[in-house]
């Protein structure tokens, strides 16, 4: 009888060689794959925002379908009412070479000043072809009837 005498060590070293090899490829593969388009956006953080609709400057946030400017972010936000809900948008264009504030036109898209770039105001959606960023949006919490708390996600 004859005894078969196999280092086992080495097919261990050579396992945790593929093993490396295969994690490097993945890693190699991820970056490869990232696009970038040169208009990557991140929204900027903002502090909580407490909105009081009780409030006279935020008469047209009590009538659903109604929008208003708001304190909040960098530039300012734009709250929206949905009617059951409610939508807070930043101001800020989302191109972010532009330093004016997006403004609200007809009640139904937000505009930017420096491209003309619209946005849906109900998502915050692109509407002019070409781009391909949306408008930031936070969280909008109604902590009572008449207050609401902007943070975000």
């Known amino acids: ?9 080495r097919f261990e070293r050579i396992n945790i060689l593929y093993m490396r090899n295969f994690f490097c490829f993945l890693l190699l593969l991820t970056f490869i794959s990232c696009e970038s388009d040169g208009n990557n956006q991140f929204c ?3 502090n909580n925002q407490t909105i009081n609709l009780a409030n006279p400057e935020f008469i047209n946030l009590q ?3 109604g929008w208003n400017y708001a ?3 960098p530039k300012g936000l734009i ?14 264009c989302p191109q972010l070479s532009c330093s004016n504030k997006m403004t609200v036109e007809n009640d139904i898209k937000m505009v930017c ?3 003309g770039a619209q946005f849906s105001i109900l998502d915050g ?3 002019t072809s070409g781009i391909t960023n949306s408008v930031c949006e936070f969280r909008v919490i109604q902590v009572s009837g008449t207050v609401l708390n902007v ?3």
């Open 125 to 127: 959606s692109p509407q």
């Open 113 to 115: 000043p420096c491209d």
């Open 1 to 9: 009888m004859y005894k078969i005498f196999v280092d086992c060590n």
């Open 63 to 65: 009538v659903p379908a």
């Open 71 to 73: 304190n909040g972010g």
């Open 151 to 153: 943070t975000n996600y």
């Open 44 to 46: 900027d953080i903002i």
């Open 79 to 92: 709250l929206y009412n949905f009617g059951s809900s409610f939508k807070a948008f930043s101001r800020e």
